[in-house]
């Protein structure tokens, strides 16, 4: 990984993946009780709370608020677009 990689950090479904991880092996590494809601969470479908997402970045080593925000984006600009061609 490069310098500039290093330091732009991850998401949480990389982070997942990177440390083949499973959503239920997440869920105990976050401290949350069910694998659905460590999914959510990595995918983007829902947004923690303050607590939670400061217990993530402090779990997960390299995963960052900002790309957090970013997969969350990318989830709500599809939504968007789904609907854009539905309509």
Same mark, same amino acid.
């Given at each position: 990984?490069?310098?500039?990689?290093?330091?732009?950090?991850?998401?949480?479904?990389?982070?997942?993946? /990177?440390?083949? %991880?499973?959503?239920?092996?997440? +869920?105990? !590494?976050?401290?949350?009780?069910?694998?659905?809601? #460590?999914?959510?969470?990595?995918?983007?479908?829902?947004?923690?709370? /303050?607590?939670? %997402?400061?217990?993530?970045?402090? +779990?997960? !080593?390299g995963?960052?608020?900002e790309?957090?925000? #970013?997969?969350?984006?990318?989830?709500?600009?599809?939504?968007?677009?789904?609907?854009?061609?539905?309509?």
């Amino acid at each position: 990984m490069s310098e500039p990689d290093k330091m732009r950090g991850m998401d949480l479904k990389t982070y997942k993946s /990177t440390h083949g %991880l499973t959503y239920e092996d997440l +869920a105990m !590494e976050i401290g949350v009780t069910q694998a659905k809601q #460590a999914r959510s969470y990595a995918l983007g479908h829902i947004w923690p709370g /303050t607590e939670q %997402l400061e217990k993530i970045v402090k +779990a997960c !080593e390299g995963v960052t608020i900002e790309d957090m925000h #970013a997969t969350r984006l990318r989830y709500r600009r599809s939504l968007r677009s789904a609907h854009r061609r539905v309509a």
